[in-house]
């Protein structure tokens, strides 16, 4: 093979160790492979020399833990180990900026510090998420620049990463890989790189931007499906339906090669990715006369979210004649359930709304750093959920961590104040619990329930 010498353990550098490349990282390197993470961030990389995982994905600090002082697994701010590295995979941030066009600036940045480095022979496999045409177009000039020619000298792949926050390092273990070589000799040698590296399988399309395409024509998917949830959700409220009862039923109904798939309504979609990648499909039609409208609608009904939801809080404490001031419990503050990432959470929409119509929001998330919580709310999170909830007009549940599926909500009643309401953001409570909350005289709101 002409690139990834056929060694049974290849030397890996991940270029960015933060969700993507830590998450990955600590995958390759539990199973034997000796991996160097690069990143530039200092605080990062020290934290992780000194034993702390600042990233909050389940089980990453405990993987690290695992591998504490194993030369299977080192960190540094230097690009000197890309250099002597089999395969360097590239994981850096691929924001959007105005127009929702890519920012190339970490890229461009690896590009500078990588391609004196590279050595012929070498495999480099791009994570990040780009838009259609940038592993050709974008990466592979970039990596050129030091002399050697991509698909002649090093292989260059784009292999995107589909892994979900929470669930990360299951699915990296589990998903198959999606490849697209810059050449056939790169796509061979990448197909061989995952299937030796994680044993799962791999699907290798005809080039880079097919393999482009799938991550954002995935994320487009997610987005326009929670947004036909939203506003089913929207629809089903007035005719005082549950949503989740018609998704159900409608998701039993065999169509194509599968069924029906309507995913859950919620106060919103946030995180760095589906906020962002269907817009990058979006900006790449765009620029060539096409006009992607579910993009562009899907992203309109999902930001309108978390708006919608504060405004039904504040509508049911009315109904339930709370007199002002009121106060609402925020449980859960990150973008989804079982995360503790804060990157574009809707729950500050919701918390917004809120403050904005005089309610008080107090916090509590034990998921998330508690300064990370005050840089974002701008108030400090309570200790306890006991502390959080005490004497409140609603407790509201935004981020369905496992942890508040065990709540007794039956003894904490005796701390709220009754008539309280709970507001139901992504737990999906089924009817019996429903039931239970309504016997013990809390108002139960869901969105669409
Ligand atoms: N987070 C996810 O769930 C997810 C899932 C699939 C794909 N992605 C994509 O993967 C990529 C990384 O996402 P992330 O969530 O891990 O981002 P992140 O911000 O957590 O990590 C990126 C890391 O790259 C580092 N970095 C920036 N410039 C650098 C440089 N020049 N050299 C070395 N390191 C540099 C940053 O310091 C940071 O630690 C993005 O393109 C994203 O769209 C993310």
Redesign the pocket.
């Known amino acids: 093979m002409r690139f990834l010498p056929g060694t049974e353990t290849p030397r890996v550098a991940i ?7 830590s998450c990955l990282g600590v995958t390759l390197a539990e199973r034997c492979m000796t991996v160097t993470g ?4 200092e605080a ?1 990389i020290g934290a992780l020399r000194s034993g702390r995982c600042p ?1 909050p994905e389940p089980g990453l600090a405990q993987a690290f833990a695992r591998l504490a002082g194993s030369p299977r697994l080192t960190f540094t701010t230097s690009y000197a180990p890309a250099g002597t590295a089999d395969v360097v995979i590239i ?4 924001p959007t900026g105005p127009g929702h066009r890519l920012v190339t600036d ?1 890229l461009d ?2 590009g500078r ?1 990588l391609a004196p480095r590279l050595r012929p022979g070498q495999l480099v496999i791009v ?4 838009p259609p045409g940038a592993t050709r177009d974008l990466v592979a000039p970039l990596l050129s620049s030091g002399g050697l020619v991509a698909g002649r000298d090093f292989g260059l792949a784009y292999c ?6 929470g669930t ?1 390092l299951r699915q990296l273990a589990e998903l198959p890989v999606v490849v697209g070589g810059y050449d056939p000799d790169s796509t061979e040698a990448a197909v061989q790189f995952w299937k030796q590296a994680l044993d799962v399988p791999v699907q290798a399309l005809p080039g880079p931007e097919s393999a482009e395409i799938v ?1 954002l024509a995935t994320n487009w998917w997610i987005d326009a499906n929670i947004a036909l949830a939203n506003e089913l959700a929207q629809l089903c409220a007035p005719y005082q339906v549950d949503v989740l009862d018609v998704i159900a039923t409608a998701n039993a109904l065999p169509k194509g090669e599968g069924r029906v798939n309507i995913l859950l309504p919620s106060i919103g979609v946030g ?3 589906l906020t ?2 269907p817009w990058l499909a979006w900006r790449a039609a765009a620029d060539r006369g096409i006009a992607l409208e579910t993009v562009r609608t899907a992203r309109r009904v999902n930001d309108g979210m978390p708006g919608l939801a504060g405004q039904l809080i504040v509508d049911e404490l009315a109904r339930l004649g709370k007199p002002a001031p009121r106060t609402v419990a925020v449980l859960g503050v990150t973008f989804k359930s079982n995360t503790g990432d804060l990157r574009n959470t809707p729950v500050a929409g919701v918390v917004e709304v809120l403050r904005a119509a005089g309610v008080r929001v107090r916090l509590f998330d034990p998921l998330v750093d508690p300064a990370d919580v005050e840089v974002r709310f701008g108030a400090r999170p309570e200790r306890t959920v006991e502390d959080a909830i005490t004497g409140v007009d609603a407790i509201a549940i935004l981020a369905g961590h496992h942890e508040f599926h065990h709540l007794d909500f039956a003894r904490l009643r005796t701390r709220v104040a009754m008539p309280c309401l709970f507001f139901d953001g992504r737990m999906y409570c089924p009817p019996d619990t429903v039931a239970d909350l309504q016997r013990l005289g809390y108002g139960y709101r869901g969105i669409g329930r």
């Open positions: 270029i960015g160790f933060g969700y993507v490349g690069i990143d530039t961030d990062l990233i994981a850096v941030g691929t970490q940045e690896v510090n994570k990040s998420t780009v995107p990463e589909r892994l979900a926050q990360a991550k995180g760095s990715c962002k990648d």
